[in-house]
């Protein structure tokens, strides 16, 4: 988002240097992985939508909360404790 914001390529050489100042150590394999699953990617549109997904979520939870029926619980489901970080978060090691 720095890099968007800066108008800057979002690259190996740009995503690595923000890393090293912030003081990241993060494996070249991984910068590699972001940087070509971003390709082709409007973060501008990627942006906008993670900011509206909750915003019309919540019109929905309120309205669906007028019913006389109960509520539906939700089972939980067990986290591995062996992490499993997918994503993003995984590149940074």
């Known amino acids: 988002m720095l890099l968007h914001a800066a108008e800057k390529d979002i690259d190996e050489k740009s995503v690595s240097a923000i890393l090293k100042a912030a003081g990241v150590k ?5 910068v590699k992985a972001l940087v070509a699953s971003l390709a082709g990617v409007d ?6 939508q993670a900011v509206a997904a909750p915003a019309a979520a919540a019109p929905a939870a309120a309205a669906g909360g007028s019913s006389d029926d109960p509520a539906p619980v939700e089972e ?3 986290e591995e404790e062996a992490g499993g970080f ?4 995984s590149l940074f090691g």
């Open 26 to 30: 993060a494996d070249d394999a991984r």
């Open 43 to 48: 973060i501008a549109d990627a942006m906008t």
């Open 76 to 78: 939980e489901e067990e």
């Open 86 to 89: 997918d994503g993003l978060g």
